[in-house]
């Protein structure tokens, strides 16, 4: 069983940023890709971002040149970093884990609102 605590969320300005962290309680961590991904009601939840095991990233359209994924193999956590953030922006952002095929491990999701 994996389990994550995001953190990081808030409510920050158009323009602003923020940093997410998620922490993963497990010894397998460097074997899993992770990802972001948001939700606001009535829509699906979204990936916006990916790094595989080896330390590859992969955004998706919205988030490209904006945000940042990485991770701390040593510490089991993964990080992205949103900068320029739009009201567009404001969601559920939850991190995932998968092995193969679709995530299989979900966090609980931190709050982020961008709004004036």
């Known amino acids: 069983q994996v389990q994550f605590v995001e953190s990081g969320g808030g409510l920050v300005q158009p323009g602003g940023s923020l940093r997410l962290s998620c922490a993963a309680s497990?010894?397998?961590?460097?074997?899993?890709?992770m990802g972001w991904s948001r939700q606001t009601p009535g829509k699906q939840r979204e990936l916006v971002a990916e790094?595989?095991?080896?330390?590859?990233?992969y955004y998706a359209d919205s988030a490209k040149g904006r945000f940042t994924i990485s991770r701390a193999n040593g510490a089991d956590m993964v990080f992205i970093q949103m900068n320029n953030l739009k009201v567009d922006d404001t969601a559920v952002y939850f991190c995932?884990?998968?092995?193969?095929?679709?995530?299989?491990?979900w966090g609980h999701g931190t709050q982020v609102t961008v709004s004036s």
């Open positions: 995932s884990a998968r092995e193969k095929g679709s995530f299989d491990y």
């Open positions: 790094i595989t095991s080896a330390g590859t990233p």
């Open positions: 497990t010894s397998m961590f460097n074997i899993y890709a």
